[in-house]
T-cell receptor, first 117, second 111 residues
């Protein structure tokens, strides 16, 4: 099946620093990737839809200047948490649609646990 | 905005008992998917339902899509300890590619 690689899996940073999370589709092209945030024992909250070659579409309440998304190629999307604060600590997870295999199925990365001190 | 609720939030069952989780949307859906997330893991796709009233089976798992395409259910027959995890529905409305995840049902199976 399609593989989505997410890196890093865990990051600890100081308050005020920026953190970049990468999401790669390893064996397929993904014109659309999605970024979710998940709090412990909670559901996945869609943050934004990342479209290759164009601006991301953010969900209501998500600050686009805080969570910068770049989808520069068909296999890579990045999420940068700028000037991170403790309340940004969470589990961030990306997913991608494989347009060649199955348009509808989402393939998930393994997630990134962000801890801001 | 669109809301997708799941009940129950938690369910503890004895191994061998059946389990059902229900997913309800505030809006009519184009299709619905089900995912399983093991503790510490990421969501894994289980199935997709598209047609009104559709029923699909995967071994001990039975998935159903409501006639009005606003609700769905996942039923597990004779649970096993390997069924432990959180089950999420993910709903899509027409005109968009994005999926909104349900609130999830966490299943614990006692041996």
């Amino acid at each position: 099946g399609a593989v989505v690689s997410q890196h890093p899996s865990r990051v600890i940073c100081k308050s005020g620093t920026s953190v970049k999370i990468e999401c790669r589709s390893l064996d397929f092209q993904a014109t659309t990737m999605f970024w979710y945030r998940q709090f412990p024992k909670k559901s996945l909250m869609l943050m934004a839809t990342s479209n290759e070659g164009s601006k991301a579409t953010y969900e209501q309440g998500v600050e686009k200047d805080k969570f910068l998304i770049n989808h520069a190629s068909l296999t890579l999307s990045t999420l940068t948490v700028t000037s991170a604060h403790p309340e940004d600590s969470s589990f961030y997870i990306c997913s991608a649609r494989d347009i060649s295999l199955d348009r509808e199925k989402l393939f998930f990365g393994s997630g990134t646990q962000l801890s801001v001190l | 905005g669109q809301q997708v609720m799941q009940i129950p939030q938690y369910q503890h069952v004895q191994e061998g008992e059946d389990f059902t989780t229900y997913c309800n949307s505030s809006t009519t859906l184009s299709n619905i998917q089900w995912y399983k997330q093991r503790p510490g893991g990421h969501p894994v796709f289980l199935i997709q339902l598209v047609k009104s009233g559709e029923v699909k089976k995967q071994k001990r798992l039975t998935f159903q899509f409501g006639e009005a395409k606003k609700n769905s259910s996942l039923h597990i027959t004779a649970t096993q300890t390997t069924d432990v995890g959180t089950y999420f529905c993910a709903a899509r409305t027409s005109g968009t590619y994005k999926y909104i995840f349900g609130t999830g049902t966490r299943l614990k199976v006692l041996a």
